[in-house]
């Protein structure tokens, strides 16, 4: 091995420059990649994280499964065509009728650890003179405690208030924000469609990350919801947490088959994004795979060139007593060298976009809102960046190399006398 | 004294022209052979045959006494390694490394420790009066001190034969004095020496001179003179 290497890094470095160049190539390839993954995934995680802690793994609720033309095909018959315009919605009763007995029943699941009832409805809160529309979440918060993170995300953790004081409210922090609420304890007036008026107290803070929600929300007891939406004893949704978030899906199918209600989990909930982070990563390593392919071509290029300058040199090799596959391996090595030290470079590369991404203090504000990049930093992506760009670079020195094998020392000695 | 490099009925064809025919030929030990002919003659060929540089279309090679198989690559790598030190009108020295390392190339590759193979690198430049110049690189030195660059490198792994194809074709008479010099020293030393020529003047330095046209052989005499 020691002729090899005493060969090949005097290849390598007699010609610095492309050498170097292409050292450069790989480590961007290298560095964007691991820059790429963590930024990407992090996010993903994140919001994932974020989405798992606040929504329901599986919920429960009522759906509105409307048939505009069930009255008309009873008295036809199934075979007739027709169009319904103007149909109205039917004054639905969007509620769980036996939500108390369906708590008890899920209360000992073994594939559940919390469970509790919501009721929703739409309200319209006052501050001043300022509006805003808000989603109203009715909850019970000893129940809600168990079934999500909902604790995590409330600044003051004063989520207790809500059940000594039945009058209090913990609101979005956006949605606060956009009031011009800046501190506990102001009045909001909460209005809701059935022109109810209700005057509530701001105990504290909802600050979740996600834009949508934080703009929105409002908790309350769910027993002053019911009273201001005039539906005693009513709710309209049913959380679940589940012991293993993945096999979500499964256990809202069972709950499904076994109440008749509809039931979602979190993946189905969250489809649309997973599909665009699908899309997303598709994106992001089609990128970096043009990235390292370039830089795998300035390999190929390095050695292609090495090989058809040092023809001569190659020929005195052989000459010398190297075998063709000793000259393979010459010409491998000097791609697996640039490969390793492009992707050594490319590490710290990537570990100094981390650093940097890291440090960077914006507050971002789009569909999460995070104070800086949420990163991803799992040592696997360097793992993942040394081995794709070995492996590509083997690839690339390949054929140069073996070109370089088959030369006939007699041809070359022959041309240049 | 036995035969090293053995030939029977040697022939090589390129294409459809014949360049070798019906070539026999046996060196011994120790022998000072120089072969001589007019350009395009062969002798270059006949060369890289005797040197395993190339396979012959028919005939046979024996290597002290062992008949040779090209298809053994390892084999005739080794002994491409071993047993030849290959000199070329070109020199070929590679240009990436100084005068030392080109020297110790070919002892690397026999697996020689790095510092033995300096050392002994040294020794042998010094020998060739290159003392000094060791660290050079190539283009940094004259053409003769070139081929006596080359001249340390066919000797590095001291070779059964050295193996010389107009090694003074690029010198001037005052350089192809001091190879042909170092030449007679070596054999004199008691090495194998087999040389390709077209300068008469030169073959009369050598034991033995074989004469080429048109890929045969037409002669094989024994210096009288020798010194
Ligand atoms: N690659 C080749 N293709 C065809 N003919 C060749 C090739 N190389 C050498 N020859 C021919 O082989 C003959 C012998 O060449 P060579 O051994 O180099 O002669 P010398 O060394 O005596 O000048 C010449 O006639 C030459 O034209
Ligand atoms: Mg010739």
Redesign the pocket.
């Known amino acids: 091995m020691r002729h090899i290497l005493f060969v090949t890094l005097k290849l390598l470095f007699e010609r610095k420059r492309q050498t170097l160049v292409a050292i450069v190539g790989v480590s961007i390839g290298v560095g964007a990649f691991i820059a790429m993954a963590s930024l990407m995934n992090g996010f993903q995680k994140y919001f994932i994280e974020q989405a798992l802690d606040l929504n329901a793994h599986v919920t429960l609720k009522v759906k509105d499964q409307q048939d505009k033309g069930k009255i008309i095909k009873k008295v036809y018959g199934e075979d007739v065509y027709f169009h319904v315009h103007g149909a109205k919605p039917r004054d639905l009763k969007d509620k769980i009728i036996d939500y108390k007995f369906l708590i008890q029943r899920y209360e000992k699941d073994k594939d559940l650890i919390g469970i509790a009832p919501h009721l929703t409805g739409q309200g319209i809160v006052r501050y001043g003179t300022v509006d805003k529309s808000a989603s109203l979440v009715g909850i019970d918060p000893v129940l809600e405690r168990k079934a999500s993170v909902i604790d995590k995300f409330v600044s003051n953790r004063r989520l207790d208030l809500l059940i000594t004081d039945r009058d209090s409210v913990i609101i979005g922090k956006l949605l606060a924000r956009d009031l011009g609420i800046d501190e506990t304890g102001k009045k909001v007036l909460i209005t809701t469609p059935n022109s109810v008026t209700h005057l509530f107290k701001v105990v504290d803070f909802f600050d979740s990350g996600i834009t949508m929600l934080d703009q929105t929300r409002i908790y309350m007891n769910l027993k002053t919801l019911q009273t201001i939406l005039n539906r005693t004893n009513e709710v309209n949704e049913i959380i679940f947490k589940i012991r293993d978030v993945y096999r979500a899906e499964q256990i809202a199918q069972r709950i499904n088959l076994e109440t008749g209600y509809y039931t979602e989990g979190w993946q189905r909930a969250f489809r649309n994004f997973l599909q665009i982070f699908k899309i997303q990563n598709y994106i992001t390593y089609m990128i970096v795979f043009a990235i390292l392919v370039v830089s795998a071509f300035g390999i190929f290029n390095i050695i292609m060139m090495t090989v058809l300058e040092k023809k001569r040199d190659i020929a005195i090799l052989k000459a010398l007593g190297y075998e063709d596959r000793e000259v393979i391996k010459i010409f491998v090595l000097q791609g697996i060298t640039i490969g390793f030290l492009g992707a050594c470079l490319g590490c710290i590369l990537g570990f100094g976009i981390q650093e940097f991404l890291a440090s960077v203090d914006v507050s971002v504000e789009g569909i999460v809102r995070t104070k800086g990049f949420a990163l991803d930093r799992d040592p696997r992506y360097f793992v993942y960046g040394v081995i794709f760009a070995l492996t590509f670079s083997v690839f690339a020195a390949f054929y140069p190399s073996y070109k370089a094998s088959r030369l006939n020392p007699i041809d070359i000695f022959?041309s240049s006398a | 004294m036995s035969s090293i490099i053995e030939v029977k009925g040697i022939h090589k064809s390129?294409?459809d022209?014949m360049?070798l025919r019906d070539i026999n030929l046996s060196v011994k030990q120790g022998e000072f052979v120089s072969i001589i002919?007019p350009?395009?003659?062969?002798?270059?060929?006949l060369l890289y045959i005797l040197g395993l540089l190339d396979a012959p279309s028919k005939g046979e090679i024996y290597i002290e006494g062992e008949g040779i198989s090209f298809s053994d690559v390892h084999r005739i790598a080794m002994l491409r390694n071993h047993k030849f030190g290959f000199i070329f009108q070109f020199h070929y020295l590679l240009t990436e490394f100084n005068l030392l390392e080109n020297v110790m190339v070919p002892m690397i590759k026999a697996g020689k420790k790095r510092q033995q193979a300096r050392e002994r690198a040294y020794l042998l430049l010094e020998k060739l009066g290159l003392k000094g110049k060791e660290l050079r690189r190539p283009f940094q030195i004259s053409g003769g001190e070139q081929q006596r660059v080359a001249i340390a490198r066919a000797l590095a792994n001291e070779p059964l034969v050295i193996i010389a194809d107009e090694p003074t074709g690029n010198l001037d008479s005052k350089n192809t004095a001091i190879v042909m010099d170092i030449f007679g020293a070596l054999h004199r030393e008691g090495k194998t020496v087999i040389m390709v020529t077209h300068e008469i003047a030169l073959t009369e330095k050598t034991e033995r001179v074989v004469k080429m046209i048109d890929g045969e052989i037409l002669g094989d005499t024994t210096n009288p003179t020798e010194d």
């Not at chain 2, 350009?39 to 060929?45: C, D, L, M, V």
Request: net charge positive.
């Open positions: 022959r | 390129i294409g022209e360049i002919g350009s395009g003659s062969g002798k270059s060929s």
